[in-house]
C-alpha cells in the first residue's frame, strides 16, 4: 500500500520532476562560474568561451519543436529518461573534453537533454494535478531555472577551486545519475491509467490535424512572444549586469555577482506564491503580462541608479519575474485544452523562450558597445512593452479540446 501511495502522489512526482529538472539547469549553467578557468585552460577568448552557453539557446531553438513531437510518440516518462541520458552522457564526455570542439559537441548533447526535459515536466504536472491545483504545481516547478543557477554559482567555485573545473562537470554527472535513477523508479503511470505505454498510446493517436491546429494557435503562440521578451530582458539583464557594477561602478567581481544572484533567489521566492495566487483567482493573463508590464519600466532606472537604488531595483525585478514563467507554463497547457498536448504547447513556448535567451545578451552587448549602458538599459523597455501587449491580446481562457484521436 505505502508503495502504491508513494509511486501515485501526485506531490511526490512532482518533486521527483523538479529534481530531474535542475539536473538540466545546473548543468547549463556550471561555465559561468568557471569561465575565466576554462578560456585559460583551453586558450579561448571571452568571445569564443561564450559560445559554450550561447549553444545551450541555440539547441533549444532547433530543437523545441522536435521534443515536442518526440514526446507526443514516446510518453512522458520514455522521454524524460532520455533528457536525464542525454544530460548525463554530455555531461561525462565534457569532463573528459581535451580540446575546446570537443566540450562544444559535450554542450550541445547537454543542451538536447535540456529541451526534452523542458517540454516534458509540463505535460507530467498537466496529467498529474488537476487543473484547480495545477498553477501551485507550476509555481513550484518553476524554480527549476533560478534554484539550479544559483546553486551552481554557489558550489561550482568551491569545487573548481578545490580540484579544478573538471570537478564542476563531475558533480553534475554524479547529481544527473541520482535523479535519474529516482525517475526511473518512481516517476510510473498517473492514477487511472495502467502504464505509460497507454498514454503513449494515447498521444500517438492524436491526429495531424490536430496538432497542426496547436501550432496554429494564436494566442499559444502570443504567449510564446510574451516568454520571448521575457526572457531577452531579464537574461540580458543578468547576464550583463555584473559587467556593468564592476566595470562601471566599481564594484568588486564578486560583489557585482552576488547582487545579480538576488534576481534567481528572488524568483525563487516569487514563483510557488505566483502559483497559489493562480489557484486562487484563475487570472493567468495578469499573472504573465502585467509583472512585465511592470519590469519593462524598471530596467532603465539601473543606469543611473545608485548603489542601493539599483540593489532595490534588482530585488524587484527578480521578484516580479518569478510570476511570468509560472503564468506562461500553466496557460501553456490551458490553451490547448487537452492534457495530452501539453509538450507541443510547451515545444511553441520553447521557442520563445530560447529565442529570447539567445537574442538578449548579444543585442545588449552590440548596443554597449555602440551606444552605451545607457541606450542598452532603455532598449529593454520597449521590448518588455511588447511582451506584455502580447500577453494581453492572447485568450488565457480554457478553449475547449480540439483534438481528436485515430479511430
Same mark, same amino acid.
Given at each position: ?15 521527483? !520532476?523538479?529534481? &530531474? ?5 545546473? #548543468? ?61 552522457? $554530455? ?21 538536447? $537533454? =535540456? ?7 509540463? /505535460? ?83 491526429? =495531424? ?14 504567449? &510564446? ?5 521575457? #526572457? ?45 495566487i493562480l489557484d486562487k483567482t484563475g487570472s493567468r493573463k495578469v499573472i504573465c503580462a502585467l509583472p ?9 532606472? #539601473?543606469?543611473?541608479?545608485? /548603489? ?13 519575474? $518569478? ?6 507554463? &500553466? @496557460? ?5 485544452? /487537452?492534457?495530452?498536448?501539453? $509538450? ?9 523562450? #530560447? ?6 545578451? =548579444? !543585442? ?21 512593452? =511588447?511582451?506584455?501587449? @502580447? ?17
Amino acid at each position: 500500500m505505502r508503495e502504491g501511495f508513494l509511486r501515485r502522489s501526485p506531490w511526490l512526482i512532482l518533486v521527483i !520532476v523538479l529534481l &530531474s529538472s535542475i539536473a538540466a539547469t545546473l #548543468n547549463q549553467f556550471k561555465v559561468p562560474p568557471v569561465m575565466p578557468l576554462l578560456m585559460e585552460h583551453f586558450g579561448q577568448s571571452a568571445g569564443q568561451a561564450g559560445l559554450l552557453m550561447s549553444v545551450f539557446a541555440v539547441t533549444g531553438l532547433f530543437l523545441a519543436l522536435p521534443s515536442g513531437f518526440i514526446l507526443q510518440r514516446l510518453g512522458y516518462r520514455a522521454t524524460g529518461l532520455m533528457a536525464l541520458v542525454f544530460l548525463a552522457a $554530455g555531461t561525462a564526455s565534457g569532463a573528459l573534453s581535451k580540446g575546446i570542439g570537443s566540450l562544444l559537441l559535450s554542450r550541445f548533447v547537454e543542451g538536447a $537533454g =535540456l529541451s526534452l526535459m523542458a517540454v516534458t515536466a509540463p /505535460d507530467i504536472i498537466a496529467l498529474w494535478f488537476a487543473p484547480e491545483k495545477r498553477g501551485r504545481a507550476m509555481g513550484i516547478w518553476s524554480v527549476w531555472v533560478p534554484f539550479g543557477s544559483t546553486a551552481m554559482f554557489i558550489l561550482a567555485p568551491l569545487l573548481a577551486v578545490r580540484w579544478g573545473w573538471r570537478a564542476v562537470w563531475q558533480f553534475g554527472w554524479c547529481y544527473t545519475i541520482v535523479v535519474g535513477l529516482l525517475f526511473y523508479f518512481i516517476v510510473k503511470s498517473r492514477t487511472g491509467v495502467s502504464s505509460d505505454q497507454d498514454h503513449s498510446d494515447a498521444c500517438r493517436n492524436l491526429t =495531424l490535424r490536430s496538432l497542426g491546429l496547436v501550432l496554429r494557435n494564436r494566442s499559444l503562440w502570443l504567449i &510564446s512572444l510574451l516568454f520571448c521578451c521575457f #526572457n531577452f530582458t531579464v537574461v540580458a539583464f543578468i547576464t550583463w549586469g555584473p559587467t556593468f557594477l564592476h566595470s562601471v561602478r566599481h564594484a568588486s567581481l564578486i560583489g557585482a555577482s552576488h547582487t545579480m544572484s538576488l534576481t534567481s533567489i528572488l524568483n525563487i521566492v516569487a514563483a510557488p506564491l505566483a502559483g497559489w495566487i493562480l489557484d486562487k483567482t484563475g487570472s493567468r493573463k495578469v499573472i504573465c503580462a502585467l509583472p512585465l508590464l511592470a519590469m519593462a519600466f524598471l530596467f532603465p532606472a #539601473n543606469a543611473t541608479a545608485g /548603489d542601493h537604488l539599483f540593489v532595490a531595483l534588482t530585488i524587484a525585478i527578480g521578484f516580479l519575474g $518569478g510570476f511570468v514563467p509560472t503564468g506562461v507554463f &500553466s @496557460s501553456a497547457v490551458e490553451i490547448v485544452g /487537452d492534457e495530452r498536448l501539453a $509538450g507541443m504547447a510547451m515545444a511553441v513556448i520553447q521557442i520563445g523562450q #530560447n529565442s529570447g535567451m539567445l537574442l538578449g545578451p =548579444l !543585442v545588449f552587448g552590440w548596443l554597449v558597445q555602440t551606444l552605451g549602458w545607457q541606450a542598452a538599459f532603455w532598449t529593454l523597455a520597449p521590448v518588455g512593452v =511588447l511582451g506584455a501587449a @502580447s500577453g494581453l491580446a492572447a485568450n488565457f481562457s480554457r478553449q475547449h479540446p480540439v483534438v481528436t484521436c485515430q479511430s
